[in-house]
């Protein structure tokens, strides 16, 4: 597939390369190993790190920045990064009010992250992790659903926390409770890439055919269809994103005072009439803007069928899968609390927010 | 082609009732005939209006807004707003300090504006042109030099001088000496489909083929070649860039105290080393972030290598092609006064700057 690249193996470092370079008011890029970091790092609060493997741009160095991440660990293409990398991030983003982890749901990232934070532990960071588990379409498996756009909401209301003063057990708990509520749906209307595997993309699709319920890394979704019109084809991905009243499942959280995994209960509760939520439409990277507000015409439609009160919107494309073509829809039931997190400044590479 | 849409027809009006209801705080959606509006027109200053054919977003309606633009004009998918369209929106946008109007050097805009401009007039609002023709890659013809990405930066700079209070013959001069210093020329990796032509795309590429100096309507291009390194493809690319050591040609522009067209000449002047520059990597709708930065990166040093001084940067999809996957690079000189106007604030729908 064309793209623009220069050597696969380069791709993850050259696009931080320009990253920092067209931001480096920003960020700041370190080498060996790979991670980025917030230009000012003045400020004490508590950190915030997280990462995982590149080809979700501009999830997560993209958001790297005031009011949202401190360091970003990025991975090759669809890899996890290696516990080297994740403990020097932890180490390099604690100002002495400790760190919040913020780790995607995949077996290689928690693996990664969960032996790092034990690491960074025993050197006496005070240490916090959340893992998102965000894909209602995702099958039951022992890992768990996926992570997916929900995990940018997460940074950015808990970025808002931290930058504000809350201390590593208020943004953890808040962590937490985002984590709970966020539900999201993908669709793919074309496969994509990876740089690395010569020119194979991650599945086929016939002419026609369109993929629910897909993953960002090309994981096999829930069922595959004919392409439909759009106010069709968001209703059917609501039913998948409203089909559970409610979902418990557990999660392991480091406990930063008895320095262990704790594992702990999430509850994402029913979408009851009259809940506040924030809709999001997702792209995945080779969408373009204007069909994603066409997707989030029909979407916010059907919401508002159900009675749910739409207090606060983002429309694009935060937590990508290369040049896939498709999207994702997220609900998060927000409070006013949530509301002012969601509504403080952002001042990152890719995502620039309020005043 | 596989899209989020629901009628080819109803494509243009259902992104824009999407982008009403995702930034009802920003912008306002007119229909009969179809304008955007910025939400609050009470302040009084010099209005900025720019149109065109729809499949170019976020360019014109997402950059409705603060320090930006006051109204948008959408054509159905490339294709010319009417006369009647941009009439009503003239008349919204006038709050009696006069008109700027911004249209990218085509056939169809041209007359369309230039005869909306002319009974505008003859209404007596005090307006101003300018005719954007970036595309350095597009061969001379009657017509002169396609508009492209620079659209956006004329949009951006005078819509802060606008906000500050600049008056009308000096926004419209800044927008004359902001379209004479921009270059830019582009490239695809994909051509891209009209919604309305029935999965017909507007040209083919064979597998591993790019073409070179795309406009961004499917016009063709200076070359084609096959797919080559991005280090190498954006070498290529700048050699047209920085091919002529200075083009002047001529425009027409509203004069409003003679109300007649005005003739005038353009000169951009050649990049000698030394000259500040703002660069630009646009994406063309299809093309993930991470790309735009591997672009960057290339641009840069490429720009750095000429001795070219690099004041301000932008990497995003700003002026597209539907689903396109290609990009533009985009070089404009500037000085004090146009990074000041380049970093104050813009709050719009898919565009935020500044503090």
Known sequence: MERFINEPEAFAREYLEGLEQAHSEVVELRRDPLIVLRRDRSKKKVALVSGGGSGHEPLHAGFVGEGMLDV???GE??????????????????RGDGVLVIVKNYAGDIMNFEMSVEMAAADGIALRSVAVDDDFASGESDQGRRG??????VEKICGAAAERGDDLDAVAELAHRVAAGCRSVGVALSPCTPPALGGKSVFQLAPGEIELGIGIHGERGHHRSLWKPTDVLVAEMCELLFSEASYVRTTRD????????????????????????LLMVNGMGGTPNSELYVVYRSFRKLCEARDLKIRRTLVGSYVTSLEMRGCSLTVLPVDDELCTLLDAPARTADYVHGR
């Open 72 to 74: 970003a660990v990025p």
């Open 77 to 94: 293409v669809f890899t996890s990064p290696t516990p080297i990398q994740i403990q020097v991030a932890l180490r390099e983003a604690d």
């Open 148 to 153: 997916v756009a929900g995990t940018m909401l």
């Open 254 to 277: 480091w406990d930063r005072v008895s320095s262990t995994w704790e594992d702990r209960e999430r509850t994402t509760s029913p979408l009851d009439a009259g809940t506040n939520v």
